[in-house]
């Protein structure tokens, strides 16, 4: 993912500024509590909402739909930028609930690098470990934020440890935490060399930071109890020992993870993870694409499509598509072509996300995140250029793993369900299978949380009520091959086919031994469990 090479001119520096990052973590690490606090910090929002807030005091800014809101939990990708010590912040925060893996692994598809968040008591969890293994298939560069380091966590280098042997990956402190649970009193910042001290009265004020010369520093003593103070230094002197030094390149290429400590919740230790992540992290980076490589100081404007969602305002059936810009400095009012159907598209009314609050955004350079309400004709994979034919490849379509039959409560109302079901197939949200025999659709997730949300979306976003049953298939995989092969297999296997909705054949399974006897019994043709978005 990172071109190194010594040949490529220097960013403009409009372009060079841009940072643009997932925060990917299990559920309940602390993610959307740490992305508040960018925003609080970014100057963005003037206090920050946490995600378990009584009643309607404060609701979290970047979960908008009524579902995150209820269950405390994000459901759907969302982006926002903000401005932080002279650089551009994009950040897109994931879905922790594997549920919506999907949405994430399509997210990473579309920043240059990924902050991990790990709960100091629990450490690497599997979900973390799913969504690093993407990070690495695409050589993300990875920061680590090891949250809630006030209430009562593990020994320092079992978490650094368990991260190294779990995820394979070097692992330098860049901070060290001071005290663990009721004891936490900061973190020596080990980069720059100076005191970072919590203030638990206030959540919303920045740690106090003290400079100070080296460990054997009197001041030292001056802000840290004698207990902690001794065990500081004896860790610090072994870390310093034990684990490697901090080199910024074997960060950019994804082998080494800089990792900070610190609570989300209390403020704390976030400013230092911003600070590292201007330093450290990545500025836009080249986009793999057909027939060619993207680079960002191309002059041209290039974007792509990674996910599109519906009725983000529930007010108007708007469709917004992210988008994220892979070269050239964009305006709004510019004509771009619509590499798909190689038609012209004039913007005019581009957003910057702000989570559910926008704005127009009047420019856009490769790096950033902007919206672009449209009425169906931008998908999934898409890309937007300035004439050229180029296509972002790399961003998957996973087949589901549990499968519904769908019906609408009022049989008069079968159209409305179609349209609700298409949009939600084009959005990602779900795929939606039309089997060649018989009527209704077959819904497809990867997990079952994903029913309860589209059933609640159908029902406020449509006014209908629908039922999911039970059904006789188990998984889908994709049909490719040669025409005459796929027609004979078509054919034979009526009760088995569907397409889904880009008209793509798609084989309905009941058990392995199906799959098995069509590898068997037709060796020209392909099934797969994954088909690349929109070709």
């Known amino acids: 993912m990172l071109d190194t090479a010594a040949n490529r001119p220097d960013l403009p520096p409009e372009i060079a500024r841009r940072r643009t990052f997932a925060i990917i973590s299990h559920p309940d690490a602390g993610k959307t509590t740490l992305t508040e606090k960018f925003l609080l910090y970014g100057g963005a929002i003037q206090m920050a909402g946490q995600v378990r807030a009584k009643g309607e005091a404060r609701r979290t800014r970047s979960d908008f739909m009524q579902m995150e809101k209820d269950r405390g939990i994000s459901v759907s990708a969302s982006a926002m930028s903000f401005d932080f010590d002279g650089y551009r912040f994009n950040l897109v925060d994931t879905p922790g609930h594997s549920d919506f893996s999907e949405d994430t692994y399509r997210t990473l598809t579309a920043v240059d690098a990924a902050v991990m968040v790990i709960d100091g008591a629990k450490g690497v969890e599997s979900q973390t470990q799913k969504l690093f293994e993407v990070c690495r298939l695409r050589d993300l560069p990875i920061l680590t934020f090891c949250n809630k380091m ?32 009721r004891d936490f009193i900061g973190c020596y910042d080990m980069l720059r060399d100076r005191l970072e001290l919590m203030d638990r009265a206030d959540r919303n004020k920045v740690a106090e930071s003290i400079a100070i010369e080296g460990l054997d520093d009197p001041k030292l003593a001056e802000h840290v109890p004698a207990h902690l103070l001794e065990k500081l230094l004896e860790e610090v002197e072994m870390a310093r020992e034990l684990l490697p030094k901090l080199d910024p390149q074997a960060v950019l290429e994804g082998h080494m993870t800089p990792i900070w400590f610190g609570s989300a919740i209390n403020s704390f230790g976030v400013k230092e993870l911003m600070d590292g992540i201007g330093a450290y992290g990545p500025e836009p980076q080249v986009q793999t694409a057909q027939p060619r490589k993207i680079a960002p100081e191309e002059k041209k404007v290039t974007g792509f499509v990674f996910k599109v969602q519906a009725n983000m305002d529930p007010k108007h059936r708007d469709r917004v598509a992210f988008v994220r810009m892979a070269s050239g400095h964009f305006k709004r009012g510019m004509k771009l072509t619509h590499v798909r159907t190689k038609k012209p598209m004039a913007i005019s009314n581009p957003v910057l996300f702000l989570a559910s609050d926008r704005e127009l955004a009047e420019e856009a350079w490769a790096g950033d995140i902007i919206g672009i309400p449209n009425h169906g004709q931008l ?10 034919a180029l296509r972002v490849s790399g961003i998957p379509s996973f087949a589901p793993e549990l499968l519904q039959g769908v019906r609408a409560g009022d049989p008069m109302k079968a159209k409305h369900l179609e349209k609700a079901l298409m949009q939600f197939a084009e959005e990602g949200a779900a795929k939606v299978f039309k089997p060649s025999i018989g009527s209704g659709f077959i819904v497809g997730v990867v997990g079952a949380l994903q029913f309860e949300v589209l059933a609640s979306r159908i ?21 490719s091959g040669n025409k005459q092969a796929l027609d004979k297999f078509t054919e034979t296997n009526k009760q088995h086919i569907a397409y889904d909705h880009d008209g793509d054949i798609v084989y309905l399974t009941r058990l392995q031994w199906d799959i098995d006897r069509v590898e068997r019994d037709y060796p020209d043709l392909k099934l797969t469990a994954t088909k690349e978005m929109m070709v």
């Open 379 to 388: 998908r999934i994979g898409d890309t937007l250029t300035e004439g050229e």
């Open 150 to 181: 006030d209430r009562e966590s593990r020994d320092t280098f079992e978490i650094i440890d368990e991260i190294q042997e779990n995820l394979a990956i070097d692992v330098t402190p860049a901070a060290w935490p001071i005290g663990v649970g």
């Open 459 to 479: 029902e406020m976003e449509y006014g209908l009520p629908v039922r999911f049953d039970n059904s006789q298939f188990t998984s889908a995989r994709w049909v």
